[in-house]
């Protein structure tokens, strides 16, 4: 059985970092295209970053070069670690799983997710 469990959320300063991780159980995350994702309250979920089978990754251009994605294969956990956070990306964050492309950040294409972690980014 597939299980997504995403930690590390938490409360920071603008201008601060956290690290989410997503432990994975049914499935080696070596293996497969995941992602993480987010959500503020009354918006669409939207895709963050993206990390394929071999570790390319994807970034939406408002993280890049302030978030990274990549994978602890020994421990078959994902992480991201996030820098320079900004009030504005207060949100729950997902980890999903089971993409069927690679490195997309569209909800449609993940089959496996989270229940969330929450992100609070203060001024």
């Known amino acids: 059985r597939v299980r997504v469990v995403e930690s590390g959320g938490g409360s920071v300063q603008a201008g601060g970092s956290l690290r989410l991780s997503c432990s994975a159980s049914?499935?080696?995350?070596?293996?497969?295209?995941m992602a993480w994702f987010r959500q503020a309250p009354g918006k669409e979920r939207e895709g963050v970053a993206a990390i394929d089978s071999d570790s390319y990754t994807y970034y939406d251009d408002s993280v890049k070069g302030r978030f990274t994605i990549f994978k602890d294969n020994t421990k078959n956990t994902l992480a991201l670690e996030m820098n320079s956070l900004k009030t504005e990306e207060t949100a729950m964050y997902y980890c999903?799983?089971?993409?069927?492309?690679?490195?997309?950040?569209?909800?449609?294409?993940?089959?496996?997710w989270g229940q969330g972690t929450q992100v609070t980014v203060s001024s």
């Open positions: 999903a799983a089971g993409g069927r492309l690679a490195l997309t950040l569209r909800r449609r294409d993940y089959k496996y």
């Open positions: 049914g499935y080696t995350v070596s293996s497969v295209w």
